[in-house]
C-alpha cells in the first residue's frame, strides 16, 4: 500500500525526510532536533564521531528505535516503524558495519530470508536469475551458491546490499561502507554506489572517518556533533581539514610527534613462522621479523590477513605450524601462555570484552587477570585482594577510568574506559615487550589518543612494541617500522622515515613492492 | 535372528523419534537436555492412559499432548524468559523423573493390552519414523520454513530484520520437538516394553541427545545413528547371540553407553570436529534479546 | 502492564545484592513447598497436617532427627561435589556414579585388607578408615577426571558424559555385588559384603564422624573461593573461559580439577552412607536410591547459587524434607515416591525462579492527575 509512495518519486524529489528527531536514552540526549532530508539520486553523508548521535538516528531511520520527539517522512507522508520490517517494507534498507549475514548459508540463502515471495517451497533458480540481473545492474560479481563465511568482506556487503535491492529498497543506508575494505574493493563499491544513485536510489552513508570516501562520492553532508547537526554542506564546498574540524569542534591533529628513541637489542624474534587459521588454510605463510627495545613495529593490514593468528601465537594462545618465535633469545615457540606473563610478554587483544575482560567480575578482579599469579600479590597459594585492590585504585587513577570505584563491575564500564584499564593492567607490569591488538578500535577520539600517549611513553622506557592496527594514520604516525601484512605475508618491512602512505595501502591490498617501483 | 533384528529396528524407533524432537529444537537454536524428562512423562501418562481406557490411540495422543506441553514450558522458561536453557532442561528431566516416579507407581507392571500389529514384523512405528525423518529433511533444507528455523538457530539477530519472529519460530520448533519426544517415550512404553517400572527409561534421553550431536543436525545421518544405537541396545539385553557366556550380562548392559562414549570421542577428532564446527547452530543455547 | 494503580516493569538487573540472591531463594523455597502441597491435597491429605507430620518427625523425633542429620551429610558431600564444578562453569551430575565408585573403591579396599573373610575379623580402624576414604575419594575422583578431561580436552558435552557414566557405574556396582560379583555378600542377596563392626565409623551419639567431614569440607571450598589462587581461577574460568586463558589459566587444567575434586567428594559420600551410617554397613540392594538421592546435589547447589556455606542450611532442610517426606508416605499411606515428587518439584520451582535473578520488577505509582497511562511491557 505504502510502497506507492516511492513509486511515484522521481529524481531531485525529497524520498525521505526526518524532522526533529529526538531521543533520549537514561542519562544521555542521543539525537537533539535532527533534521535531514535526502532526494532520489542523491548520495548524502552523514558525518559525526563516534558517540555524536550517528548509530542512534541511523537506527531510528532503520526502525530500531523510536523517536521520542519528531517525524519521519516517506515521499511526503508521515510514516510511524514499529520495527525494522515496517522500514523495510517501505522501502528503506540497511547495510550493517557488522555484517547482518548467517555465514553458514548461501548467498542465495541470505538474500531471501523472511522474504515475503520467497514461496513455500524455495525456488532457488528462479530467485538466482532475478539476483544475478540485479548484479548485472550495479557492477557486482558474487557466486550466488557460496557460502557466506568464505566471501570476502567487500563481498559479504554486496550480499546485504543485495538483499535490501531485492526486497526493494529505495533508500539505503550504508553504516561504515568502507571501514573494513581495502583500497581496491572501496573502489568497486564506490563505482557500485554511483551506478545505484543514477538509477535514482538514495544512499546514505554514515562515517566516522575515511573523510576522502566522503569527498569522493557524496553529493551533500549532514555533520552530527553531540547528538545535534552542526553542520549542513555540499561536498563541492569543502575540505577534509574543514570537515574534520566540523566534526570535532577543535583542530584535528592527523599526526603525533613520533618520539626519538634509541633501539636497542631485539626482544621478539620471529623466524620463519607458519600457521593454519581456525578454518585450516594457512594463515600466516613463512613470517620473519623482530622486535626491539624502545622500538615500535607496526603491522599495517585489513583484518582477515593473519594478525589475529599472529596475536595469539606470540601471546600464546594458539600452536604453530612450524618456525620458531624467540624472546631475548631463548625459544618460546611452545611456552604457555602463563609462561610468557612471567617472561616479561604483555598482550593487549583486540576483544577486550570477550578476551581481555571479565564483566562480572569487579576492576580489582579484573586488574587480578595480569597479577594472580604474581609473586608480590600471591603468597603460598593465597591471594592479596587487599594489596590488589590498593594497585586498581591506583591504576584507575593515574589512568583516569570513569568508575565510582574498584568494587563496580567491568561490563559497566564503557569501551573507552575498559581499554584504559586494561592498558593500565598490563602496561603496570613494565613488560619488556607489548603486543598491542587493535589497540583504540572503537574508542572515540580522546581514548584514542590517550592510549597512543601511553604507547609512546612504554617505548620511551624501552618496550619493543609490536602494534597491529587497521588504522593507517595510526599505523604511520606511531611506528618505527612499518611492515604491511596481506593474507599471511609480510610485504615488505619499511623504516619509519621511508614510508610512503600510498604505497602501504597499495601493499595491504596486496600490491607487490616491486610492482611499485615504476 | 530376525526377531533379534525386529526388535532393534523398534529400539531405534525410539532413539529417532526423541533424537528427531531434539534435532528440530536444536535447529531452531533452543538445547533440552532434558530429554529423558519428557520422555518420561510421556511414557507414563500415555501407559496410564491406555490402560484406563484400553486404547492405544488415547494413550498416544495424550503423550504427544504432555510432550508438547513440556516442550512449550521449556520454551517459555528459555524463550520468553530468556532463562538458562541448561537449567530449565535438567529441571524438566529431574521434574519427570520425580514425579513420574510417584504417579506411576500404582502402575507398576504389564500394560495388559493386546500387542500393536506389526508389519513385516516390525511395530507400523517405525514405518512412520521413517517417513518422518524424510518429511523433516525436506522441510529444513528445501522450504522457506526450514530456512526460517535455520537461520533462527544460526544468527537470530540477522532472522530478525529480515522479518523472521524468533519467537513464534523457536515456540513452533520446540513445541514440535516435545511432542516427538512424549511420543518417544509412549513407544518405549506402549510398544517397545509395555511394562512399567520407575525410571524405566535407563538413560535413553541422554544417548538420544547424544545422537543428535552425533548427527551434526542432519536428520538422514541422526536415522543412522538410531539404527546403530538401536541394535547395539537389543545386543545388550541379548549377548549370547553374539559372544555366548563372554561376560556377566551386567557388564553388557554398559556397552551401549560405553559405543556412545568412544563415538563422542571420535567426534572430537580434528576431521570431524571441522566438520561439525560447521555444522552446529551458531546461536544453540544461547537466549535471544532484542534489540 | 497496569495492575491497580501500579504500573509494573521488567527491567534487567545490573546488580545483584546478595540479600536479594537470598530472598529470591527462599522465594523458590516457599514454592516449591506451596506446589509440593499439591501432592498431598491430590492424595487427599491436608498439606498443614502433612508439614507438621514432616517437620516434627525430622527435627523433633528421636528416630528421625538422626537419620536427617545423616541424610544432610550426605546431601552436603553431594552438594560440594556440584559446587565446584558449576563455580567454574561446568555441570557435574554425575554425583552418582561418583559416589557408587567411591564406595567400591572404599569396599575394595576393605576386602583387600581382609575385611571380607569373616563379619569378626579384628581389623585396626586407623589404618582402615583412612585408606577407605582415601580409596572412596579416588574412585569418584577417578571416575569424575574422565568428564573433566574429555571435556577440558575434548569439548564433549559434561552432562552427556557424566549421565552416561552414571549408568555405567551403575551396572559395574551391579556386577560387582550381585551373582556372584566380588563383593557379593555370602549370603547372596544381591548386597556386598557385610562391613566389619570392627571398622565402623567412630560415632558422636548416633552420627558418624562424616559430619566433620562434610562440615569442614563446606568451609574449607568456602575459603579456597573467596581466599586462593586456585579459587580465583576457578572462577575466572567459569565466568569467561576466553579471558581466563589469556590470563594464562588452563581450561583443561581447570575442567581436570574442578571434576576431580568434586568427583573425590563425592566418593567420599559413597563411603558414608555404604561405611558410616548405622544400620547399612554394607553397599545396600536398593543402592540405586542413594544414587538418586544424589541429584538433590543439583538442587541445592543451584539454590545456594554455587556458595559453600549456604548450601549448609539449604541441604539441612531438603535432608529433613525427604526423609520427613518419606515417613509422611508410609504413615499417611500416600503412594511411593513422595521424596521424588519433591525433587521435581522444586527443580521447576527453582527453574522458574531463575528469571528473577536477571530481572527485577519495577513497581510505579500512577500519578492520579495524568491519564490512565499503561506503560507498555
Not at chain 3, 222 to 229: I, L
Request: glycine residues 12%; hydrophobic residues 50%; charged residues 15%.
Amino acid at each position: 500500500m505504502q510502497r506507492e509512495l516511492l513509486e511515484q518519486i522521481e529524481r531531485g524529489e525529497t524520498v525521505l525526510e526526518a524532522r526533529g528527531i529526538t531521543k533520549t536514552f537514561p542519562g544521555v540526549l542521543a539525537n537533539d532536533g535532527i533534521d535531514f532530508a535526502i532526494k532520489a539520486g542523491e548520495i548524502h553523508a552523514i558525518l559525526g564521531e563516534n558517540g555524536a548521535g550517528k548509530t542512534t538516528l541511523m537506527n531510528i531511520l532503520f526502525g530500531l528505535y523510536q523517536p521520542d520527539e519528531g517525524q519521519i517522512l516517506i515521499g511526503g507522508q508521515p510514516v510511524q516503524f514499529r520495527s525494522p520490517l515496517d522500514a523495510i517494507d517501505l522501502g528503506i534498507g540497511m547495510v550493517h558495519q557488522n555484517r547482518k549475514l548467517v555465514l553458514a548459508h548461501t548467498v542465495i540463502e541470505n538474500i531471501i530470508l523472511g522474504h515475503p515471495n520467497a514461496g513455500t517451497i524455495m525456488n532457488l533458480r528462479r530467485t538466482g536469475a532475478e539476483i544475478e540481473e540485479l548484479c548485472q545492474r550495479y557492477g557486482f560479481s558474487l557466486d550466488l551458491k557460496a557460502k557466506v563465511w568464505q566471501l570476502s568482506e567487500g563481498e559479504k556487503q554486496v550480499v546485504e546490499i543485495l538483499k535490501a535491492l531485492y526486497r526493494g529498497a529505495k533508500v539505503l543506508i550504508l553504516d561504515e561502507p568502507t571501514s573494513a575494505l581495502a583500497p581496491p574493493e572501496t573502489k568497486k563499491l564506490l563505482g557500485s554506489i554511483e551506478a545505484m544513485a543514477r538509477d535514482e536510489l538514495a544512499i546514505v552513508p554514515f562515517i566516522t572517518h575515511k573523510l576522502p570516501i566522503v569527498l569522493g562520492i557524496s553529493d551533500r553532508v549532514t555533520v552530527l556533533r553531540n547528538g545535534r547537526v552542526t553542520a549542513r554542506l555540499r561536498t563541492a564546498d569543502v575540505t577534509e581539514k574543514s570537515l574534520a574540524k566540523e566534526m570535532v569542534g577543535r583542530e584535528v591533529i592527523f599526526r603525533l610527534e613520533r618520539a626519538r628513541v634509541e633501539a636497542g637489542a631485539p626482544v621478539l624474534r620471529v623466524e620463519n613462522l607458519n600457521a593454519r587459521s581456525d578454518k585450516g588454510f594457512l594463515a600466516l605463510k613463512d613470517i620473519s621479523f623482530s622486535v626491539r627495545e624502545g622500538e615500535i613495529f607496526g603491522i599495517a593490514g585489513i583484518s582477515g590477513n593473519g594478525q589475529q593468528e599472529l596475536a595469539e601465537i606470540l601471546a600464546g594462545l594458539r600452536k604453530v605450524e612450524g618456525g620458531q618465535v624467540l624472546f631475548d633469545e631463548s625459544d618460546i615457540t611452545s611456552s604457555t601462555a602463563l609462561k610468557r606473563w612471567h617472561m616479561g610478554m604483555g598482550y593487549i587483544p583486540s576483544e577486550r570484552v570477550a578476551v581481555g575482560s571479565i564483566g562480572d567480575f569487579s576492576l580489582t578482579e579484573n586488574v587480578a587477570m595480569n597479577y594472580y599469579f604474581d609473586r608480590d600479590f600471591c603468597r603460598r597459594g593465597l591471594v592479596d585482594y587487599g594489596k590488589l585492590r590498593r594497585l586498581t585504585e591506583e591504576l584507575i587513577s593515574e589512568y583516569d577510568v570513569a568508575a565510582p570505584g574498584h568494587e563496580t563491575k567491568a561490563k559497566n564500564l564503557s569501551g573507552g574506559n575498559l581499554q584504559k584499564l586494561i592498558l593500565a593492567r598490563v602496561l603496570s607490569r613494565k613488560p619488556r615487550l607489548i603486543i598491542a591488538n587493535l589497540p583504540t578500535q572503537g574508542l572515540d577520539v580522546g581514548a584514542t589518543e590517550f592510549v597512543r600517549n601511553k604507547l609512546m611513553e612504554a617505548k620511551k622506557e624501552k618496550a619493543g612494541i609490536l602494534l597491529i592496527s587497521e588504522d593507517l594514520d595510526e599505523v604511520l604516525s606511531l611506528s618505527d617500522r612499518v611492515a604491511p601484512i596481506y593474507e599471511g605475508e609480510f610485504m615488505d618491512i619499511i623504516p619509519g622515515d621511508e614510508v610512503q602512505r600510498e604505497s602501504v595501502g597499495a601493499m595491504m591490498a596486496g600490491s607487490r613492492p616491486e610492482e611499485l617501483q615504476t | 535372528m530376525w526377531e533379534f533384528l525386529a526388535r532393534s529396528l523398534e529400539a531405534s524407533t525410539i532413539f529417532t523419534f526423541a533424537g528427531l524432537g531434539e534435532l528440530i529444537g536444536q535447529r531452531s537454536g533452543i538445547l533440552n537436555v532434558g530429554i529423558e524428562g519428557v520422555m518420561l512423562f510421556g511414557a507414563t501418562l500415555g501407559f496410564m492412559a491406555a490402560q484406563s481406557t484400553e486404547s492405544y490411540a488415547i494413550g498416544f495422543l495424550v503423550a504427544i499432548a504432555i510432550g508438547g506441553l513440556l516442550g512449550l514450558l521449556h520454551g517459555f522458561f528459555s524463550i520468553t524468559l530468556g532463562g538458562d536453557q541448561v537449567v530449565s532442561g535438567m529441571g524438566i528431566w529431574i521434574l519427570g523423573f520425580g514425579l513420574t516416579t510417584y504417579i506411576g507407581m500404582p502402575f507398576t507392571g504389564p500394560l495388559g493390552l493386546p500387542r500393536i500389529p506389526t508389519i513385516l514384523g516390525v511395530s507400523p512405528l517405525f514405518y512412520i519414523g521413517v517417513v518422518l525423518v524424510v518429511i523433516t529433511w525436506f522441510v529444513l533444507s528445501k522450504t522457506s520454513l526450514g530456512l526460517r528455523i535455520r537461520s533462527v538457530g544460526e544468527n537470530p539477530s540477522v532472522a530478525e530484520v529480515s522479518g523472521v519472529s524468533i519467537a513464534k519460530t523457536r515456540y513452533l520448533c520446540v513445541t514440535v520437538s516435545g511432542m516427538l519426544m512424549g511420543l518417544a517415550g509412549a513407544i518405549y512404553s506402549l510398544d517397545y516394553n509395555p511394562v512399567w517400572n520407575y525410571n524405566f527409561l535407563m538413560g535413553w534421553g541422554f544417548i538420544a541427545l547424544a545422537l543428535v550431536f552425533f548427527s551434526m543436525w542432519n536428520p538422514i545421518i541422526l536415522l543412522g545413528g538410531s539404527l546403530l544405537f538401536g541394535t547395539l541396545w537389543q545386543l545388550s539385553l541379548n549377548p549370547q547371540l553374539v559372544l555366548p557366556g563372554l561376560l556377566s550380562r551386567y557388564i553388557w548392559r554398559t556397552v551401549p553407553f560405553i559405543i556412545t562414549l568412544g563415538v563422542l570421542l571420535l567426534m572430537s577428532t580434528k576431521w570431524f570436529r571441522t566438520k561439525w564446527g560447521a555444522a552446529k547452530p551458531e546461536a544453540l543455547g544461547e537466549p535471544y534479546e532484542k534489540g | 502492564m497496569t495492575i491497580g494503580s501500579y504500573s509494573v516493569r521488567l527491567e534487567k538487573r545490573t546488580l545483584l545484592r546478595s540479600w536479594e540472591a537470598a530472598l529470591i531463594s527462599i522465594l523458590a523455597i516457599v514454592l516449591a513447598l506451596v506446589l509440593f502441597s499439591l501432592i498431598f491435597i491430590l492424595a487427599g491429605i491436608n498439606p498443614l497436617v502433612a508439614y507438621q507430620e514432616i517437620f516434627s518427625y525430622a527435627f523433633a523425633n528421636r528416630f528421625g532427627l538422626p537419620l536427617v542429620i545423616n541424610r544432610f551429610i550426605f546431601l552436603l558431600l553431594c552438594t560440594s561435589a556440584f559446587i565446584i564444578p558449576y563455580r567454574a562453569g561446568l555441570w557435574n551430575i554425575g554425583m552418582t556414579g561418583q559416589l557408587y565408585m567411591g564406595s567400591l573403591g572404599a569396599f575394595g579396599v576393605l576386602m583387600a585388607l581382609g575385611g571380607k573373610e569373616s563379619i569378626s575379623a579384628e581389623l585396626n580402624p586407623f589404618v582402615l578408615i583412612p585408606l577407605m576414604l582415601v580409596a572412596a575419594a579416588i574412585g569418584g575422583a577417578v571416575i569424575g577426571a574422565i568428564a573433566g578431561v574429555l571435556k577440558g580436552r575434548f569439548n564433549i558435552n559434561e552432562i552427556v558424559v557424566t549421565m552416561i557414566l552414571n549408568f555405567i557405574a551403575y551396572w559395574l556396582v551391579a556386577y560387582m555385588i550381585k551373582e556372584g560379583g566380588a563383593f557379593m555378600n555370602p549370603g547372596g542377596r544381591g548386597e556386598s559384603f557385610e562391613l566389619p563392626p570392627s571398622v565402623y565409623a567412630p560415632l558422636l551419639g548416633d552420627i558418624p564422624f562424616t559430619i566433620f567431614l562434610a562440615l569442614g569440607l563446606a568451609l574449607l571450598l568456602y575459603f579456597v573461593f573467596a581466599k586462593t589462587r586456585l579459587g580465583y581461577e576457578i572462577k575466572a574460568h567459569g565466568h569467561s573461559p576466553a579471558a581466563a586463558r589469556y590470563s594464562g589459566i588452563s581450561p583443561l587444567g581447570i575442567s581436570f580439577l574442578t571434576f576431580a575434586l568434586g568427583g573425590a567428594i563425592a566418593g567420599l559420600a559413597g563411603y558414608h552412607y555404604f561405611a558410616a551410617v548405622p544400620g547399612v554397613y554394607k553397599i545396600a540392594r536398593n543402592y540405586g536410591y542413594f544414587g538418586d538421592l544424589a541429584f538433590y546435589g543439583i538442587i541445592c547447589g543451584l539454590i545456594s547459587q554455587g556458595n559453600p556455606l549456604a548450601a549448609i542450611p539449604i541441604t539441612l532442610l531438603f535432608g529433613g524434607l525427604s526423609v520427613g517426606g518419606r515417613f509422611v508416605q508410609g504413615k499417611l499411606h500416600m503412594s511411593f515416591g513422595v521424596d521424588y515428587a519433591l525433587l521435581g518439584v522444586l527443580m521447576i520451582s527453582l527453574v522458574a525462579f531463575q528469571f528473577f535473578y536477571r530481572y527485577r520488577i519495577i513497581w510505579t505509582k500512577i500519578a492520579k492527575e495524568s491519564p490512565d497511562v499503561g506503560v507498555s511491557g
